[in-house]
């Protein structure tokens, strides 16, 4: 039996499943375990990207259920997908799949919202408006799923697993994002329901991060293994779990995620619109908030170019140690999949410009195309501290990505902030450590002071950063024009 008080932490992402039960005392991994869910996913339609739930519950059972410490736990919480929903009928049981995050089927229900809902149109300068939101999925429903009008409630990934746990129903506003949740205070933006004929009462009540939202039933116990009565803390989205893990919960600090996208996460004290509709806002601990976006500018490009070149990522990074800041003029886009900044340009995609017989080599492509992502992540970070007034002190830096040196550099140069680049953030410990937090009792910083690893602190080299300011603009003024024209 392990010592101390225990807490679990669900994180179901789009691959895998995870589980960590995590010690209070110190702030060590007990318990981890995973199981694979993609072969879960399915896309019955061009757009279309759904799961089965059932199936999902049965995975997240097994593998609860297969921990040797499950019986011992004092508390639960549970992160997923975000943007990820279903819609239960009156009689409890799912009306349709899980609808993805990703899922894109709502493409004119979008713009349908926009046209038709003025406090929509008026909220975008919080949450722009786009396909993968809630919302208009929930009017694509409408208008095509048999027996929408027998619904009962509607319930984000999370939530659903909570729901067969515990039979409760309830959410947060972070889990609830996607779903126009208010951000100064529980609710959510009922006249935009009202507007396109989608009854608010649908959506799950909204609690506080951390609150105890249910206790596990007996059916839980039985299909799960966890002890019925365990309680269960109110979640947030896998995102934020990671960033939670990160150690980003002080004002003026970042979360910056590179895998094959680049998200960046600013924790800010207070809401500012942006009339621009360049980022957004999450609910966050302590009263604060999360303001950022997700981009295209991550390893994709990188991975690419390595490939094309048929050369080691490594090797790669060797030559491009010995290009100057500015690759001698070269500018690429990393944003394969559509710039999402310095504004929404989905036609504007990778690019190289400025070649020369000098600055055609191998060092000089990879470096500028690290520096593109570079670019990106800075006009991202400056749009946030313009609207915010927020001076960003710290970027907590995960990911594939990460674990480039030569790239955490260049962030640093480009951006000007302090670069710590963290070992890899589970967003099953972020759970956990809600869980301890919200049932427990524990101290969020303690509890992040034992699990956060850094693996290296990069400090911004200022003769570096003024040339990259530069160079930042130019980024900016030349994807403007481009946009103009494709």
């Given at each position: ?11 179901v992402?789009t691959?895998?499943?995870?589980a ?6 110190d702030g060590?991994v007990v318990?981890?375990a995973?199981?694979?869910?993609y072969?879960?996913v399915i ?7 759904e799961?089965?739930p059932?199936?999902?519950?049965l ?14 736990v004092?508390?639960?919480c549970?992160?997923a997908?975000?943007?990820?929903f ?5 009689d409890?049981e799912?009306?349709h799949h899980?609808i993805m995050?990703?899922d894109s ?6 713009e349908e919202l926009?046209?038709k809902?003025r406090s ?10 786009n396909?993968?939101?809630?919302l208009p999925k929930l009017?694509?429903l409408?208008?095509n799923l048999?027996g929408?009008?027998?619904?009962w409630?509607?319930?984000?990934e999370?939530d659903y ?14 889990t609830a994002?996607k779903?126009?949740?208010l951000?100064?205070r ?5 006249e935009a329901?009202?507007d396109v ?7 799950p009540?909204?609690r ?5 939202i ?6 839980g116990?039985r299909?799960a293994g966890?002890?019925?009565g365990t309680p269960i803390a ?5 995102a934020?779990?990671g960033?939670?893990t990160?150690?980003?919960l002080?004002?003026?600090q970042?979360s910056i995620?590179?895998g094959?996208?680049l998200?960046?996460h600013?924790?800010?004290d ?5 009339p621009k ?8 601990l302590k009263?604060?908030?999360?303001a950022?976006g997700?981009?295209n500018a991550?390893?994709a490009?990188?991975?690419a170019?390595a ?5 080691r990522?490594q090797?790669?990074t060797?030559?491009?140690?010995s290009i100057?800041p500015?690759?001698?003029g070269?500018?690429?886009?990393s944003?394969?999949?559509?710039v999402?900044?310095?504004?929404d340009?989905?036609?504007v ?7 020369t017989?000098r600055?055609?080599t ?8 690290l520096?593109s992502s570079?670019?990106?992540l800075?006009?991202?970070?400056k749009?946030?501290?313009e ?10 830096v995960?990911?594939?990505g ?7 550099q260049?962030?640093?140069d480009i ?11 589970d967003s099953?410990?972020?759970s956990a450590i ?7 009792g524990e101290?969020?910083e303690n509890?992040l002071?034992r699990t956060?690893k850094m ?5 911004p080299?200022?003769?570096n950063?003024k040339?990259?300011?530069?160079k ?7 994807i403007?024009?481009?946009s103009k024209?494709?």
């Amino acid at each position: 039996m392990a010592s101390g008080r225990l807490y679990l932490g669900l994180d179901v992402g789009t691959k895998n499943v995870k589980a960590v039960i995590l010690s209070a005392e110190d702030g060590k991994v007990v318990e981890y375990a995973s199981i694979p869910v993609y072969d879960l996913v399915i896309q019955p339609r061009n757009g279309f990207v759904e799961r089965e739930p059932g199936r999902l519950w049965l995975r997240v059972a097994k593998l609860l259920k297969s921990m040797k410490h499950i019986g011992e736990v004092d508390g639960v919480c549970i992160d997923a997908t975000s943007g990820t929903f279903l819609t239960l009928g009156r009689d409890g049981e799912p009306l349709h799949h899980l609808i993805m995050y990703n899922d894109s089927r709502a493409v004119r229900e979008a713009e349908e919202l926009r046209r038709k809902s003025r406090s929509a149109r008026e909220f975008e300068m919080f949450l722009p408006i786009n396909s993968r939101l809630v919302l208009p999925k929930l009017m694509w429903l409408k208008k095509n799923l048999e027996g929408f009008n027998h619904a009962w409630h509607v319930l984000h990934e999370g939530d659903y697993i909570a729901y067969m746990l515990s039979e409760s129903i309830a959410t947060s506003a972070n889990t609830a994002g996607k779903s126009h949740a208010l951000l100064d205070r529980e609710g959510y933006l009922a006249e935009a329901y009202d507007d396109v004929g989608i009854p608010v009462e649908l959506m799950p009540e909204i609690r506080p991060i951390g609150s105890i939202i249910g206790r596990v039933s007996e059916r839980g116990e039985r299909e799960a293994g966890i002890p019925s009565g365990t309680p269960i803390a109110n979640g947030v989205t896998d995102a934020t779990a990671g960033d939670i893990t990160s150690g980003a919960l002080e004002h003026g600090q970042a979360s910056i995620t590179i895998g094959t996208s680049l998200t960046a996460h600013v924790v800010v004290d207070r809401l500012a619109p942006d009339p621009k509709r360049r980022f957004y806002y999450k609910v966050y601990l302590k009263g604060r908030y999360l303001a950022g976006g997700f981009t295209n500018a991550g390893t994709a490009a990188i991975d690419a170019l390595a490939r094309v070149l048929g050369a080691r990522l490594q090797d790669l990074t060797e030559l491009a140690s010995s290009i100057p800041p500015g690759s001698e003029g070269l500018i690429a886009c990393s944003e394969l999949y559509g710039v999402r900044v310095p504004g929404d340009h989905p036609n504007v995609r990778g690019f190289i410009i400025g070649l020369t017989e000098r600055n055609f080599t191998e060092g000089h492509l990879f470096r500028a195309t690290l520096e593109s992502s570079g670019y990106t992540l800075r006009l991202l970070l400056k749009a946030v501290e313009e609207v915010t007034g927020t001076e960003i002190r710290e970027l907590r830096v995960s990911g594939g990505g990460s674990r480039n040196n030569l790239f955490m550099q260049i962030l640093a140069d480009i951006t000007g902030a302090p670069v710590v680049a963290v070992e890899e953030p589970d967003s099953a410990i972020g759970s956990a450590i809600i869980a301890a937090w919200g049932i427990g009792g524990e101290k969020l910083e303690n509890m992040l002071g034992r699990t956060v690893k850094m693996r290296r602190r990069f400090h911004p080299n200022p003769r570096n950063h003024k040339i990259y300011e530069e160079k930042t603009e130019k980024y900016r003024r030349i994807i403007e024009s481009i946009s103009k024209i494709i």
